[in-house]
Nanobody, 123 residues
């Protein structure tokens, strides 16, 4: 079982930045793909970014939704069991609850989910 805890959400003005963190309680963190999704009010949950687990030929490779490419960066620190989402040049349409996800077989990962953290971008 993997438990995920997000932090770092908040209120920011358009053009600003936030960094989300997701701490995982699992001994083999490096073996999990990690990702971020978001859900805005009245909309379905959507993929934001993901980073592959270490050890694969493509270990550490990342993937992004087109809407965040060039503005968001996902990274992981296996020593701290933590994945980050650096969000720059935020827009009001980035407002959503952001969820951390983990998985080993699925891509993007969606086997385990955190509780979510609210990000609100004001215009």
């Amino acid at each position: 079982q993997v438990q995920l805890a997000e932090s770092g959400g908040g209120l920011v003005q358009a053009g600003g930045s936030l960094r989300l963190s997701c701490a995982a309680s699992v001994r083999t963190f490096s073996r999990y793909h990690m990702g971020w999704f978001r859900q805005a009010p009245g909309k379905e949950r959507e993929f934001v970014a993901a980073v592959m687990r270490s050890g694969m030929w493509s270990g550490g490779s990342t993937s992004y939704a087109d809407s965040v490419k060039g503005r968001f960066t996902i990274s992981r620190d296996n020593a701290k069991n933590t994945v980050y989402l650096q969000m720059n040049s935020l827009k009001p349409e980035d407002t959503a609850v952001y969820y951390c996800a983990a998985g080993q077989g699925s891509w993007p990962p969606n086997d385990y989910w955190g509780q979510g953290t609210q990000v609100t971008v004001s215009s």
